[in-house]
T-cell receptor
Framework: DVKVTQSSRYLVKRTGEKVFLECVQD?????MFWYRQDPGLGLRLIYF???????EKGDIPEGYSVSREKKERFSLILESASTNQTSMYLC?????????FGQGTRLTVV | GENVEQHPSTLSVQEGDSAVIKCTYS??????FPWYKQELGKRPQLIID?????GEKKDQRIAVTLNKTAKHFSLHITETQPEDSAVYFC????????????FGTGTLLAVQP
């Protein structure tokens, strides 16, 4: 059974802080993704990675960066958190077409 | 890049009725169209998918249809039950090495007992 685990379920951070969201998958998947989920906007792709140290921008990369030093771990970094980054963040991984999601991290920036 | 539109944004039906959710996509190269269900407070999970070489696929009470010419695909749920209440997302992908999924904006389905 595929497991995608995000390090935190809830986070509260201050404006200007550097924030790390961590995601780990245990199925040796090549591809990993970070999505942001907002009401009425669906799931929007921030960044994805198709191999260790490889990354590509998604549709809304501004204000975010990512790191993939090991195959199983994909980190989303908010260099300087802002209130408009308050959202639900979902990590996903796949090898074939089906994507498996983490449980989500609800980030609040105050 | 790919853009996926989804309608309606909310849908309320009586238990036992059918529900239909529609999506359109922009990139004719897309060849894989999954549907995900997200129950309240839970992660999205795949419920059914269809590839571009198939026009329809069924799995018990759910079915998906694809019209490649019109770039439309739809989710059909028959004999709805309260446990079908959730947010449903359609997505499109052109496969390749990354299988990057672009999602629609979601439909909140409420099944009234």
């Amino acid at each position: 059974d595929v497991k995608v685990t995000q390090s935190s379920r809830y986070l509260v951070k201050r404006t200007g802080e550097k924030v790390f969201l961590e995601c780990v998958q245990d199925m040796d998947h090549e591809n990993m993704f970070w999505y942001r989920q907002d009401p009425g906007l669906g799931l929007r792709l921030i960044y994805f990675s198709y191999d260790v140290k490889m990354k590509e921008k998604g549709d809304i990369p501004e204000g975010y960066s990512v790191s993939r030093e090991k195959k199983e771990r994909f980190s989303l970094i908010l260099e300087s958190a802002s209130t408009n980054q308050t959202s639900m963040y979902l990590c996903a991984s796949n090898q074939g077409p089906e994507a498996f999601f983490g449980q989500g991290t609800r980030l609040t920036v105050v | 890049g790919e853009n996926v539109e989804q309608h309606p944004s909310t849908l309320s039906v009586q238990e036992g009725d059918s529900a239909v959710i529609k999506c359109t996509y922009s990139d004719s190269a897309s060849n894989y169209f999954p549907w995900y269900k997200q129950e309240l407070g839970k992660r999205p999970q795949l419920i059914i998918d269809i590839r571009s070489n198939v026009g329809e696929k069924k799995d018990q009470r759910i079915a998906v249809t694809l019209n490649k010419t019109a770039k439309h695909f739809s989710l059909h749920i028959t004999e709805t039950q309260p446990e079908d209440s959730a947010v449903y997302f359609c997505a499109a992908s052109y496969g390749g090495a990354t299988n990057k999924l672009i999602f629609g904006t979601g439909t909140l389905l409420a099944v009234q007992p």
